[in-house]
């Protein structure tokens, strides 16, 4: 759920672009409150500008492959066919974001942030009319896999954009814990809106929203100049290859299971609550797994960190592997929506604390690569979720679905139990300078 939200400080900024700096690189003061701290973080020079478009266009990520199982089943019948189309489009945007995060760190966010809208919007088109015609199926997977490919990666460029004009400053996990909020948002209001639409007005309703949307956030990010982290210079050696550190691989291992889990929870919620009566409320349910995610985010990032953030991106992990089980508990719908809270709020703070390593591992010249390939990671482990669970669900019932994000979150844990020498042991407080690319 979170394309991700879904990290801390940095070094200084890189470019010429670079909006000036808040002034709050100062240690926190030793009366700082929890609203302080996002006061503070809001009064960024330019923050209040880039973040209405970036929330919007970050909307599709919760309703472009919700939109494409729903409006594919609606016209299939089958729960697994919209879930492998689904799953093929998110696969290509796993295979294409960290290309295009290099290509946003190279060129700069708004050529390449339009020339990704373009190529998306041409892929949704061909989709709805694939499907609603019902040509041959290989050509519904074709557009799934143009749509997925090119869509834009609006929150690894919010992120991007924090990351300088926060560098250095003890207020930059605070604005990845606001972006890890806004994510859970989306994924509270991007489901409801969905099955709404989908249920209410057309199976392609969901589609459509989530295209209009992604235009009118993409087109609103673009117009932010001032706080565009702007191309890298020409004279810049060509970043390292992030994925051949274990210690990146680690993360994105953790982050691909999770995505697992996330394509799960979306297939089966929404199944379960057809399978109750109340086919409405699959969305409702959703957004309670994103309103216990992101209020756990909000509280986290709320107050200074002091322990080392390898400790608390393990404690995490380890409690997402418990939550993400706990919708199997689910027997009602009055009985799941305490669980979906509950689960939700493991999710926030495993990917804060993911994000915020990212930061420490990656140079700021390849931080927005650093993100995608978070993103493709998510991205990845929806392609799988989604249709292992509709076919499960197939088979089984909603029920059965739900074993996947219970497996995925054990996954996770195992992974981030098993690899934990890998992540640097970094003190919450210390400086936000990239680890070496020689760390093992």
């Known amino acids: 759920m979170s394309d991700l939200s879904p990290p801390p400080p940095l070094a200084a900024p890189t470019t010429a672009t670079a909006a000036p700096r808040s002034g709050a690189d100062a240690p926190e003061p030793a009366g700082t409150t929890t609203g302080s701290l996002y006061r503070r973080t809001l009064a960024t020079p330019g923050a209040a500008r880039f973040l209405p478009a970036a929330f919007v266009g970050r909307l599709p990520i919760a309703m472009h492959a919700l939109g494409t199982v729903l409006f594919v089943q609606d016209r299939s019948g089958s729960y697994a066919v919209g879930g492998a189309v689904a799953a093929a489009g998110a696969l290509s945007e796993a295979a294409c974001a960290p290309r295009i995060g290099r290509a946003l760190d190279r060129y700069g966010q708004a050529r390449v942030l339009l020339a990704a809208l373009g190529g998306h919007l041409v892929g949704v088109a061909a989709l709805l009319a694939a499907v609603w015609t019902g040509v041959p199926r290989p050509l519904w997977f074709a557009a799934a896999v143009v749509a997925g490919g090119t869509l834009p990666p609006v929150g690894s460029c919010a992120r991007a954009r924090w990351s300088v004009l926060l560098a250095g400053s003890t207020l930059l996990p605070t604005a990845f814990a606001l972006e890890a909020a806004i994510d859970e948002l989306v994924f509270i209001l991007g489901p409801t809106l969905v099955t709404t639409l989908v249920t209410l007005v057309a199976p392609a309703g969901g589609l459509m929203a989530s295209a209009a949307l992604l ?76 309103t216990g995610s992101g209020v756990a ?59 915020a390593m990212m930061v420490r591992l990656v140079p700021a010249r390849a931080r927005t690569e650093g993100f995608a390939w978070l993103t493709m990671a998510v991205a990845s482990g929806l392609s799988v979720g989604s249709p292992l669970a509709g076919r499960l669900i197939d088979h089984g019932g909603a029920r059965l679905g739900l074993v996947v994000p219970a497996a995925a979150g054990l996954s996770a844990g195992l992974t981030a139990l098993l690899c934990r020498n890998r992540l640097p042991d970094v003190d919450a407080t210390a400086t936000a300078e990239p680890v070496p690319a020689g760390h093992p």
């Open 215 to 290: 235009t009118v956030g993409v087109l609103g990010l673009v117009t932010q100049r001032r706080t565009d982290p702007g191309p890298r210079p020409a004279t810049t050696a060509a970043p390292e290859r992030i994925m051949r550190r274990a210690d990146a691989r680690t993360l994105v291992a953790i982050v691909f299971a999770i995505g697992i889990g996330f394509g799960g929870l979306d297939v089966s919620m929404v199944a379960f609550a057809r399978e109750q009566g109340l086919a409405a409320l699959g969305g409702l349910l959703l957004g309670l797994f994103a």
């Open 297 to 355: 985010g909000l509280l986290g990032g709320a107050r200074p960190q002091r322990r080392p953030l390898r400790e608390r991106l393990l404690r995490s992990v380890a409690l997402l592997a418990g939550g993400f089980a706990l919708p199997l508990a689910g027997v009602t719908v009055a009985a799941m929506i305490p669980l979906a809270l509950l689960a939700g709020a493991t999710a926030a703070p495993t990917m804060i604390g993911v994000n």
